[in-house]
């Protein structure tokens, strides 16, 4: 049955277990997430609900959607996240003087990722 996915198919199924890996690294590490992220908490921990949430389940959610759906549209949609994060990584680059070797590599990921979504699945 692997014959009947396209190149586009499989490219696509790979990031979209690509993000929930990523997700679930995120939701269930978090404090590993924040180290590689160089993330702290404050005195309340919130920084470990948002990374959980943001950096965690939302995208085990979006990979599993794009991928149980897997319509050309949820992966369009998936796209549109990562673009999303790269067009905010970019400006804080710039806004926040953020520039690094990893900022910039966390934001060719996600554009690259989100370009291609998006322009292999319209």
Do not use: K
């Amino acid at each position: 049955m692997i014959g009947a996915f396209t190149a586009i198919d499989l490219v696509n199924m790979a990031v979209g277990l690509l993000t929930v890996v990523l997700g679930l690294m995120g939701w269930l590490w978090p404090r590993w997430t924040m180290q590689v992220l160089d993330m702290q908490a404050g005195p309340t921990n919130m920084a470990y609900t948002e990374v959980s949430a943001v950096s965690g389940c939302l995208f085990v959610g979006l990979g599993l959607g794009a991928m149980m759906l897997n319509d050309p549209l949820a992966w369009v949609v998936l796209g549109i996240a990562y673009a999303g994060a790269a067009v905010g990584r970019v400006t804080s680059i710039f806004r926040d003087d953020a520039a690094s070797r990893q900022s910039w590599t966390f934001f060719g990921c996600e554009a690259g990722l989100g370009a291609w979504l998006i322009i292999a699945n319209i």
